[in-house]
């Protein structure tokens, strides 16, 4: 089976003729108006997808069915959400109060599934955690492992957005075992995009780019448009950690530029912005960051999405830095990190906090510079991305911190870092964005300092040194 053959397209094209041969069975009508709103939402018509979870509602109120009515109240408010309307909690609760749970349909529509798909674009992770992993649970007891990728990669999703990694791991290990057993082209590309996700911060950057490129692929053949953006963010990480802006920027343009066409939207929509502004801008096109920037930032302001702000105000605070006005550039950092303090995204503020240190560096505010790069830094480390440390490594190198005599250096503190993970010489170079020889040398430099005479004795020796530092 193909991935063509679940082209959302011609999904909806079904469901059009399913519609006009229902005739006066308004139940049947509400259940065909619910199928075609959802295949218009993965074809990224929202307004549409909006007009059709009405009709769905108006008939499923008339039929007196409180269990279609339920479905129908929580897609209506699924789809104007990403209309820009925010979460009808009134609606939403009516939908949880009234949801059977033998109902048969598919998971996507189900109220339960919807609220923890609202928790989570609104960034409250620990109830999107706790709603997918329960129904994770009750799929895996009822043997309906065709549920499993979907609430896997969420919750793959919600994880390294909250900062607990090896448990996204652990899901995006389910999810693309499990798709890869059922052979479901969206399931297979859901799982490929949460091994992604996790992958892009350790893992080399041809596999990350596999990964990320085959789920593209299918999600493209699929139509399935509002998806797209997740190996996109994948993509857009790895290659921003490797100053690889170019590419960046070949990869999100087109989906930056369709979104900003949108009046209203849900700014989650447009979560790979920040990475197709902060490429804008190292290529020096800040009228197209610009243009970005604000869609992003006046939706968040209008909805009050803490995520989006920070967001933007970073990239403001990067295009200030770009254009030299370093105090400026400062101000808006700042007041992304108050952003930040309001939602817990450790990976996102580690990234602010890297944009910060470097502009102190500039400002020759050498202790504020620190402050903020070691931050950084300890969040980079934490999710074990080994691209964006070396960055922050890099910019601590450049403020010169005085050290100990027999302290590491920012490059042996990387190097010896990755090396006691295991990596061969070789992989650390190319993590390192060094030669080999240079990482033999830094090696044995570090053995000297800490007293040890092979790898095998790295590990502890690393381990010692942080717990005498504490």
């Keep these: 089976m193909t991935a063509r053959s679940y082209s959302f397209g011609q999904a909806r094209d079904f469901a059009r003729e399913a519609l006009d041969a229902a005739g006066a069975d308004i139940s049947l009508k509400a259940g065909i108006e619910i199928d075609l709103a959802f295949s218009e939402f993965s074809l990224g018509q929202i307004g549409s997808a909006i007009e059709h979870t009405s009709i769905a509602l108006a008939y499923a109120e008339e039929t007196g069915d409180s269990a279609l009515k339920a479905v129908a ?48 674009w609104t960034m409250n992770l620990g109830d999107a955690i706790s709603t997918f992993s329960a129904l994770r649970d009750r799929s895996a007891e009822l043997g309906l492992d065709i549920n499993i990728p979907w609430l896997c990669f969420f919750l793959t999703l919600a994880c390294i957005w909250c900062g607990d990694v090896e448990r996204a791991a652990r899901y995006a290990d389910e999810a693309d075992g499990i798709a890869a057993l059922t052979g479901e082209p969206i399931q297979r590309a859901l799982g490929l995009t ?63 530029d369709f979104l900003t ?24 096109d800040f009228d197209r960051a610009t243009a970005y920037l604000g869609w992003l930032e006046a939706g968040s302001a209008r909805l009050d999405r803490a995520w989006g702000l920070a967001a933007s105000f970073r990239c403001r605070g990067l295009m200030a830095a770009a254009r030299g006005d370093l105090e400026s550039a400062i101000e808006w950092l700042d007041r992304a990190v108050a952003q930040h303090n309001r939602v817990a995204m450790p990976f996102e ?3 602010t906090l890297l944009a910060k240190g470097e502009v102190h560096r500039r ?44 302290e590491l250096t920012a490059t042996e503190q990387l190097v010896a870092d990755l090396a006691a993970r295991g990596m061969t010489n070789r992989k650390v170079a190319e993590a390192a964005f060094i030669s080999p020889k240079t990482v033999e040398a830094n090696l044995a430099r570090v053995y000297s300092k800490l007293g040890i005479r092979s790898r095998a004795q790295l590990a502890r020796a690393l381990d010692a040194m942080v717990k005498s530092k504490a």
């Design 349 to 351: 503020r580690a990234r």
């Design 194 to 256: 949460a091994r992604a996700l996790v992958d892009a911060c350790d893992r080399p950057a041809e596999v990350v780019r596999q990964e990320a490129g085959q789920a593209l692929s299918i999600f493209q053949e699929t139509n399935l448009v509002p998806y797209t953006s997740w190996p996109l963010i994948a993509l857009g990480s790895l290659e921003l950690s490797m100053g690889e802006a170019p590419r960046v920027d070949g990869m999100l343009k087109p989906m930056a």
């Design 363 to 406: 400002r020759k505010e050498k202790r504020l510079a620190i402050e903020a790069l070691t931050g950084a830094l300890e969040i980079f480390k934490s999710y074990r991305a080994i691209r964006w440390s070396g960055r922050a490594q890099r910019e601590l190198a450049r403020v010169g911190q005085r050290r100990k005599q027999n």
């Design 73 to 120: 109240l929580a897609c209506v408010t699924n789809a104007e959400f990403f209309g820009g309307l925010g979460v009808a909690e009134a609606r939403m609760a009516e939908a949880l109060a009234l949801e059977d749970p033998s109902w048969v349909g598919p998971m996507e529509m189900r109220p339960t599934f919807i609220r923890g798909l609202m928790s989570l």
């Design 261 to 284: 066409t949108l009046p209203f939207a849900d700014p989650i929509l447009g979560i790979c912005l920040p990475d197709a502004i902060e490429a804008e801008i190292a290529l020096g």
